[in-house]
Each structure stands twice: as C-alpha cells, then as structure tokens.
C-alpha cells in the first residue's frame, strides 16, 4: 500500500553494525507494527505502538528497539546486528476501533553478513 | 503466548483443482483475519470474521468462522494462476493480531 512507505527496501550489513529502518504513513493510523517474516515462521511482531507516547514489546523484542517519532513515523532499530536477524522486515499501521485491519508497506530485506 | 496452527504449510494444485486453507486454535477467538502476500509481495488485508458460524465470500474465496470460533477455513474453488502466494489467518488476541505460518499456494497451469 503506497500509504506506508519503508526505506531502504534492501540492506546490506556486517555483523555487529548499527542499523536503522524506518516506516512513514499517510493514513493518519495511530496504531503501527513492526514484524520480521522468515520462511515457514509467518509473521512475528518485534514491537508495537498505539501512539505517539506508547511503545510495546511483541513476541521478539530482543536486539531490537523502536522509536515513535511522530506519529507517522516508527522506527526500528538494530543496535548489534546479528546474522540471524537476516530476515523481511514489514511495518504495519492500523485504525483505532473494532476491526484490526492492518496495511503493510512494502517490505525492507535485510542481510547481515 | 497464544499460537494459532495453520495448516497445509504448502499446497501445489493443478489449475482448476480446489484449495483450502486451515486455522486453529486452542482458544475462543473474538475475531479473525485473513491476508494474502503475493510472491515477493507484503500481506494484504482480506476479510474479517467475526461471529460464529459466519461464513462470508469473495467471488472464488469462502471464508468460514467455526461454531465455537476456535477454527477458520479459506476455500478456493478452481483456483487461477492468480491465485498463487501465501495465505495467513490472523486471529485477534486481547488487541493484536497474531499470524499464523501462512498456507504457500502454488498452481501448475
């Protein structure tokens, strides 16, 4: 969805590098995720926001950590990267209310070497 | 933490031939979602489900909610080869979704 943008959308890095992936969007969503996807594991979330003030640990928050700068803005970092973070990064957004629809961006693939 | 089973890993079918898709799991679930990622694509939304029983089609897709909303089902009928990718269920739990492994489909033309 062209609402939700990730840069870059290829990464190459060395073990032990600092990296930063970041998620912008115009929906005007409060809510926004962070997942990896790795082959047969599905989508797990590493951190999650409900605004602009709230940050939550998912299921896979170690090596990781987030900031919600605005909110349109979320991003993840990776202090110490590591070879096994090799995976796709997604971020997601989603609307207050009933329905938890999510809307993906198009996806950051990051190696770590 | 809540997990969900989603079953087959991964389908090949014949164009034509039916598919489905299964989720399970070991709790009553208020809702759930369906997405689809095409290959090389991110996941993008379906349809939701809400009440038990409910069952609810797009053109060549029915989604089935269980009775005792423990377990959903996307049937394919004749699948195209538009039809290829990942399917995920993503039940609701407390107020985050949580995705299944995802059904890879595969279709021979």
């Known amino acids: 969805d062209a609402d939700v943008t990730q840069t870059p959308r290829n990464r190459i890095t060395k073990t032990g590098k600092r990296i930063m992936l970041e998620c912008s969007q115009t929906k005007g969503h409060d809510r926004m995720y962070w997942y990896r996807q790795d082959p047969g594991l599905g989508l797990r979330l590493i951190y999650y926001s409900f605004d602009v003030k709230d940050i939550n640990k998912g299921e896979i928050s170690d090596g990781y950590s987030v900031s919600r700068q605005a909110q349109a803005k979320f991003s993840l970092s990776l202090e110490s990267a590591i070879p096994n973070q090799t995976a796709l990064y997604f971020c997601?957004?989603?609307?207050?209310?009933?329905?938890?629809?999510?809307?993906f961006g198009p996806g950051t693939r990051l190696l770590v070497l | 933490g809540q997990q969900v089973m989603q079953i087959p890993q991964y389908q090949h079918v014949q164009e034509g031939e039916d598919f489905t898709t299964y989720c399970n799991s070991s709790t009553t679930l208020s809702n759930i979602q369906w997405y689809k990622q095409r290959p090389g694509g991110h996941p993008v939304f379906l349809i939701q489900?809400?009440?038990?029983?409910e069952v609810k089609k797009q053109k060549r897709l029915t989604f089935q909610f269980g009775e005792a909303k423990k377990n959903s089902s996307l049937h394919i009928t004749a699948t195209q080869t538009t039809d290829v990718g990942t399917y995920f269920c993503?039940?609701?739990?407390?107020?985050?979704?949580?995705f299944g492994a995802g059904t890879i489909l595969r279709v021979k033309s």
């Open positions: 997601a957004t989603s609307d207050w209310g009933v329905s938890e629809t999510q809307y």
């Open positions: 993503a039940p609701e739990y407390g107020n985050k979704l949580v």
């Open positions: 489900l809400v009440k038990s029983g």
